[in-house]
């Protein structure tokens, strides 16, 4: 069975520092994995996807097979940051998403 | 791109009362079809999804039911909520191409 796990219901950073939310993952064979962001009063929207290998709003997520992780990462903060962040993850492109439990990021002023 | 509709927004039902949320999404056919749901503290759950008309999988024995009357509506129902009910509902879809999820702004749901 496929699980998804995000050890930190809740993260709080300064503005200016970098940040880290983690994710694990099991699974056994090669999966797709996602971030997906909610802001305040939004729709839950995707952020990035391992296959793209592309920084999206100076985010960088690398998958770790080795370590059945994929961590999401940005050096500097910013307060604009601040949302729930799920990852996720999937067999094959468009079927059923298995998703964390979420991380509530907070980057303080 | 695909729009997904979902409502209403909030919703505030009795214990024992019937439940009736609905999704429909525009600007795609033969869409993939899911119902998600968020419980205090815990992550997105897949309650159903839908390959096409009528076609519904269930991912978890629970008091609900799903429905797909056409390609691009699905239905989320209950004859009599209970209060582990509660909780934060989202509709999702998955295009033809199947490149990504378009998520429904959601349905807050309290059983009182």
């Known amino acids: 069975a496929q699980r998804v796990t995000q050890p930190e219901k809740l993260l709080s950073v300064f503005k200016g520092a970098p940040v880290e939310l983690k994710c694990n993952y099991s699974y056994s064979g090669s999966p797709e994995l996602f971030w997906y962001v909610q802001y305040s009063r939004q729709r839950l929207q995707l952020l990035l996807r391992?296959?793209s290998r592309e920084s999206i709003k100076g985010f960088t997520a690398d998958l770790n097979k080795g370590e059945t992780s994929f961590h999401l990462k940005k050096p500097f903060a910013q307060e604009e940051d601040s949302a729930m962040y799920y990852c996720?993850?999937?067999?094959?492109?468009?079927?059923?998403?298995?998703f964390g439990e979420g991380t509530q990021l907070t980057v303080n002023p | 791109s695909q729009t997904i509709h979902q409502w209403p927004a909030t919703l505030v039902q009795p214990v024992g009362s019937p439940l009736s949320l609905e999704c429909t999404v525009e600007g795609t056919s033969n869409p993939n079809l899911y119902w998600y749901r968020q419980a205090a503290g815990r992550g997105l759950q897949l309650l159903f999804y839908?390959?096409?008309?009528?076609?519904i999988s269930s991912e978890v024995p629970q008091n609900l039911s799903a429905s797909r009357p056409q390609d691009r509506q699905f239905i989320l129902s209950s004859k009599k909520l209970l209060l582990s009910d509660s909780g934060f509902y989202l509709c999702?879809?998955?295009?033809?191409?199947?490149?990504?999820?378009?998520f429904g702004s959601g349905t807050r749901l309290t059983v009182v």
């Open positions: 839908s390959v096409g008309i009528g076609q």
């Open positions: 996720a993850l999937t067999r094959t492109s468009g079927s059923r998403l298995t």
């Open positions: 391992h296959i």
């Open positions: 999702a879809s998955t295009d033809r191409r199947r490149d990504g999820y378009t």
